[in-house]
């Protein structure tokens, strides 16, 4: 199913994602790092531990991969043309 | 085979689609691109300081609004850039007075998305020097660390380290090996090719946050001059002839190719006609005036073809003139910069009519042309 959302218009999400973003317990230790750069509100710090709220909104930008400085975040693409597409470039 | 990138070497670009009349964007737009860097302060670009801007362009029927920051500057702390970037969409849209006034009247927001992209790889000696091979594969593009540090692009040097790729694989698949010392040839041809050297390896774009962190305007003028001016001349035309040079010696009529790829591109432009698969049929006018228009620049391409062709067959001006001159065009043109510069502006000014007559000459030709004379075979 495609689904679409008013704050982020022309885009539109394929699900049947599954796990394309975990994050590690053991590792976290709850900088809040991924939380500053998701621009789609995806994590959250509970018990300074990063939780992952939903990936409904993600854009596949790896941006928090990218910030995790302990290694805690597993990211790969949404596998088979599911996750986020836009006609807009 | 590589390690992860540091943040501060990737930008996230946070990107508006706002739908406008096509007519609105050439008039405001002028078939260019804008750009814009502020005070960190002011808030306007980049959002938290540094390196990073703002860029509007012309997409199709819209223009693309894309405001990017890297995930950290300098090594100092994630910013947040969730605020940052909505404080910072909100003071463009709502303070800049060409936004506002011009902009702001007759665009409607169709989209935002935004993507992760790997603008300062390159700066990096220790990953410029990690390997885009290893056994039965190789690396091209943004995967291969390609972006161009100071354009903001990727898209050349992916063309460029595709072409590559594609030649190794051949050889490799004819030697029967694909091994790791085999493609090491990839690496090697990369690292020779003067485009995506030079595009890797440039500090303008990034020497902004020098110039913003100390609020020195006369730093931000030259790094922009240097970046995109006239000062670009001093660093990019060997690497640019060196280019030319090997591509003309492959096909001595790709100069005219190009011509008739960016006049097509200019048509498809003017006539809306994008897409590959739904494209719209540009209708072909009876003119006779335009035919003859036709003809005259049909023959100036093979005019031009002809050049290239007996430069070419007069190998001893390539090797004894060409050559070396391509080869010390940048120390030129650091002598002669200082006293080209003034003519060329006054020149620009004196010739300003007369070069936009002619460019809207050229518009309506390109507008009314039979496309076929645009395509390449
Ligand atoms: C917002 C934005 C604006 C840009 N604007 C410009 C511009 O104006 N001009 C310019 O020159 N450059 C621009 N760039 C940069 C340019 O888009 C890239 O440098 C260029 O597309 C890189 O090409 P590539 O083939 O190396 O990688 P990509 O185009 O990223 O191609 C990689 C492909 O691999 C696919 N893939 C990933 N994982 C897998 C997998 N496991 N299996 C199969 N497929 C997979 C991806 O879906 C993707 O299609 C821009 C980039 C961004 C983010
Ligand atoms: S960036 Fe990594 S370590 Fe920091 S909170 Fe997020 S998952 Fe945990
Ligand atoms: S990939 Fe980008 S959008 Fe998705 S969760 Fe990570 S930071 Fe957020």
Same mark, same amino acid.
């Given at each position: 199913?495609?689904?679409?959302?008013?704050?982020?218009?022309?885009? *539109?999400? $394929?699900?049947?994602?599954?796990?394309?973003?975990?994050?590690?317990?053991?590792?976290?230790?709850?900088?809040?790092?991924? $939380?500053?750069?998701?621009?789609?509100?995806?994590?959250?710090?509970?018990?300074?531990?990063?939780?992952?709220?939903?990936?409904?909104?993600?854009?596949?930008?790896?941006?928090?991969?990218?910030?995790? *400085?302990?290694?805690?975040?597993?990211?790969?693409?949404?596998?088979?043309?599911?996750?986020?597409?836009?006609?807009?470039? | 085979?590589?390690?992860?990138?540091?943040?501060?070497?990737?930008?996230?670009?946070?990107?508006?689609?706002?739908?406008?009349?096509?007519?609105?964007?050439?008039?405001?737009?002028?078939?260019? %691109?804008?750009?814009?860097?502020?005070?960190?302060?002011?808030?306007?670009?980049?959002?938290?300081?540094?390196?990073?801007?703002?860029?509007?362009?012309?997409?199709?029927?819209? @223009?693309?609004?894309?405001?990017?920051?890297?995930?950290?500057?300098? /090594?100092?702390? %994630?910013?947040?850039?969730?605020?940052?970037?909505?404080?910072?969409?909100?003071?463009?849209?709502?303070?800049?007075?060409?936004?506002?006034?011009?902009?702001?009247?007759?665009?409607? !927001?169709?989209?935002?998305?935004?993507?992760?992209?790997?603008?300062?790889?390159?700066?990096?000696?220790?990953?410029?020097?990690?390997?885009?091979?290893?056994?039965?594969?190789?690396? +091209?593009?943004?995967?291969?660390?390609?972006?161009?540090?100071?354009?903001?692009?990727?898209?050349?040097?992916?063309?460029?380290?595709?072409?590559?790729?594609?030649? %190794?694989? +051949?050889?490799?698949?004819?030697?029967?090996?694909?091994?790791?010392?085999?493609?090491?040839?990839?690496?090697?041809?990369?690292?020779?090719?003067?485009?995506?050297?030079?595009? +890797?390896?440039?500090?303008?774009?990034?020497?902004?946050? +020098?110039?913003?962190?100390?609020?020195?305007?006369?730093?931000?003028?030259?790094?922009?001059?240097?970046?995109?001016?006239?000062?670009?001349?001093?660093?990019?035309?060997?690497?640019?002839? /060196? !280019?030319?040079?090997?591509?003309?010696?492959?096909?001595?009529? @790709?100069?005219? /190719?190009?011509?008739?790829?960016?006049?097509?591109?200019?048509?498809?432009?003017?006539?809306?006609?994008?897409?590959?698969?739904?494209? #719209? %049929?540009?209708?072909?006018?009876?003119? #006779?005036?335009?035919?003859?228009?036709?003809?005259?620049?049909?023959?100036? !391409?093979?005019?031009?073809?002809?050049?290239?062709?007996?430069?070419?067959? @007069?190998?001893?001006?390539?090797?004894?003139?060409?050559?070396?001159?391509?080869?010390?065009?940048?120390?030129?043109?650091? /002598?002669?910069?200082?006293?080209?510069?003034?003519?060329?502006?006054?020149?620009?000014?004196?010739?300003?009519?007369?070069?936009?007559? !002619?460019?809207?000459?050229?518009?309506?030709?390109?507008?009314?042309?039979?496309?076929?004379?645009?395509?390449?075979?």
């Amino acid at each position: 199913m495609v689904k679409t959302f008013k704050d982020f218009p022309g885009v *539109q999400w $394929v699900e049947g994602a599954g796990e394309f973003i975990k994050i590690n317990d053991e590792k976290c230790i709850g900088c809040g790092n991924c $939380v500053k750069v998701c621009l789609a509100g995806c994590f959250e710090i509970m018990e300074k531990k990063a939780k992952i709220k939903s990936l409904e909104k993600c854009m596949e930008c790896a941006a928090c991969w990218y910030v995790c *400085q302990e290694e805690a975040i597993f990211f790969s693409w949404p596998p088979g043309g599911t996750g986020y597409k836009s006609d807009w470039g | 085979m590589r390690e992860k990138y540091p943040p501060e070497t990737i930008s996230l670009a946070d990107t508006y689609d706002y739908i406008m009349r096509k007519e609105d964007i050439d008039k405001i737009f002028g078939y260019s %691109v804008k750009m814009c860097w502020g005070w960190d302060e002011q808030k306007i670009s980049p959002p938290l300081g540094y390196g990073n801007g703002l860029m509007v362009w012309p997409y199709r029927s819209s @223009i693309h609004f894309m405001q990017d920051q890297c995930l950290r500057t300098d /090594k100092k702390s %994630v910013p947040n850039l969730g605020k940052l970037f909505d404080e910072y969409h909100h003071n463009i849209t709502s303070k800049l007075l060409w936004w506002k006034d011009l902009v702001a009247p007759r665009a409607k !927001l169709r989209a935002r998305m935004w993507e992760g992209f790997e603008i300062y790889v390159g700066l990096n000696k220790k990953l410029r020097k990690m390997p885009n091979h290893t056994d039965g594969m190789i690396l +091209i593009g943004d995967a291969a660390g390609l972006e161009s540090t100071e354009l903001c692009d990727g898209v050349p040097a992916a063309w460029y380290s595709a072409e590559i790729a594609a030649q %190794v694989a +051949i050889e490799a698949i004819k030697a029967n090996d694909v091994s790791k010392a085999f493609l090491k040839k990839y690496d090697d041809k990369v690292k020779a090719h003067s485009i995506i050297q030079w595009s +890797i390896k440039g500090r303008n774009r990034y020497n902004l946050r +020098i110039a913003q962190q100390e609020h020195d305007i006369k730093k931000l003028k030259k790094y922009i001059h240097q970046g995109w001016g006239l000062g670009s001349l001093t660093h990019f035309t060997t690497p640019f002839m /060196k !280019l030319l040079l090997a591509y003309v010696k492959e096909d001595p009529t @790709i100069i005219t /190719k190009w011509i008739k790829m960016y006049f097509r591109y200019y048509q498809n432009w003017l006539h809306e006609s994008y897409d590959y698969v739904k494209k #719209k %049929v540009i209708k072909v006018t009876a003119s #006779k005036r335009v035919r003859k228009k036709e003809r005259k620049f049909l023959s100036t !391409l093979r005019f031009i073809d002809l050049i290239m062709k007996s430069m070419l067959r @007069i190998r001893r001006v390539l090797k004894i003139i060409i050559i070396p001159l391509s080869n010390s065009l940048n120390t030129l043109m650091r /002598k002669s910069l200082p006293i080209i510069e003034p003519i060329n502006s006054a020149i620009i000014k004196l010739l300003n009519p007369i070069s936009n007559k !002619l460019s809207n000459k050229m518009i309506k030709f390109v507008d009314k042309a039979n496309p076929s004379i645009f395509y390449v075979y």
